[in-house]
């Protein structure tokens, strides 16, 4: 790889993790907010980043994600065959 390569892959991927950064500070609070989670739970993330810092902290969210993924087809489960044929039916 050249030279003027690397240094382009670098400087884009440090403005994307910049764009990511500025979009988790700035407006996911914001996004939060309007679905009713209040501060608090804002800034619990925001105390984590601080205390833990973001490697460690998107770590910990990733595997609490990881833990929901058996939950799925407990919320997405496919309805009857009888009940789709009664609510086609009717």
């Known amino acids: 790889m050249s030279k003027a390569y690397r240094y382009t892959m670098f400087s884009l991927l440090y ?14 609070g ?3 907010i309007s679905f009713g ?3 608090k739970g804002v800034g619990l993330i925001g105390l ?5 810092g973001y490697p460690w902290t998107f770590l910990i969210l990733a ?3 990881l833990l ?6 407990l919320v997405f489960s496919k309805r009857s065959t009888e ?6 039916a009717g």
Do not use: C, H, K, R
């Open 15 to 28: 403005f994307i993790q910049g764009a990511i950064l500025s979009y988790f500070t700035g407006f996911n």
């Open 30 to 32: 914001i996004y939060l």
């Open 37 to 39: 989670v209040d501060m």
């Open 48 to 52: 984590m980043v601080d205390s833990l």
């Open 63 to 65: 595997a609490l994600n």
């Open 68 to 73: 929901a993924l058996p939950l799925i087809p």
């Open 83 to 88: 009940e789709v044929w009664v609510a086609d």
